[in-house]
């Protein structure tokens, strides 16, 4: 079994609706990251968790919220769905000292129409 | 602030030979550089990091990156590539205590049989 796991892998949806993907680690990491790729713009980051009750927004965070349920847990939300959030979304952990070395989830395909 | 500069966002090499990827950073304190890669549908995985100390590392499948501060440069270099190199390389910059990694656009590497 993967050591950080996403759901869905994949999910087409329609603007307006609301949506969640979920993240689970069995890494024992205390830090969470979500990270969303687009082709030609990389990886960008939208949210980090330090750990439960530390919540940091990234670069892209506007129209997102995260929620961050036990260590193990972290779950990004779409609360109004549109299709610019059409990309592929990473979940990745990390753990102290930190040199920035992250493990990355298999990745959510999300569709907005 | 930290970036990345990957030229080049599709590079073509024949099998057996030399893979060059490059990669410029700009960062304002001593960086922490990284490697990944993305095979198709799959998460990141690290291929190599330089922290501290060699400047020369070395990493799985046969790559390797050289620290050049000079030249604030981190090009990943395959003596000889196999087609099971074809992948996406991204550089990432980050450092030490700070919790944000910033990737570059990433490369997708082709090998030519």
């Known amino acids: 079994d993967a050591d950080v796991t996403q759901t869905p892998r994949n999910r087409i949806t329609k603007t307006g609706k609301r949506i969640m993907l979920e993240c689970s680690q069995t890494k024992g990491h205390d830090r969470m990251y979500w990270y969303r790729q687009d082709p030609g713009l990389g990886l960008r980051l939208i949210y980090y968790?330090?750990?439960?009750?530390?919540?940091n927004k990234g670069e892209i965070s506007d129209g997102y919220s995260v929620s961050r349920q036990a260590q193990a847990k972290f779950s990004l939300s779409l609360e109004s769905a549109i299709p610019n959030q059409t990309a592929l979304y990473f979940c990745?952990?990390?753990?102290?000292?930190?040199?920035?070395?992250?493990?990355f989830g298999e990745g959510s395909r999300l569709t907005v129409l | 602030a930290q970036s990345v500069t990957q030229l080049g966002s599709h590079v073509s090499v024949s099998e057996g030979a030399l893979v060059l990827l490059r990669c410029n950073y700009s960062?304002?304190?001593?960086?922490?550089l990284f490697w990944y890669v993305q095979y198709p549908n799959q998460g990141l995985q690290l291929l190599l990091k330089y922290t501290t100390g060699a400047t020369l590392v070395k990493g799985i499948n046969g790559f390797e990156a050289e620290f050049k501060k000079s030249e604030t440069s981190f090009h990943l270099t395959k003596p000889s590539a196999h087609m099971s190199d074809a992948a996406e390389y991204f550089c990432?910059?980050?450092?030490?205590?700070?919790?944000?990694?910033?990737f570059g656009i990433g490369t997708k590497l082709q090998v030519i049989p």
């Open positions: 968790s330090f750990d439960v009750k530390d919540i």
């Open positions: 990745a952990t990390s753990e102290p000292p930190n040199t920035g070395e992250l493990f």
């Open positions: 990432a910059v980050g450092f030490g205590g700070y919790q944000k990694v910033t």
């Open positions: 960062s304002s304190v001593p960086p922490y």
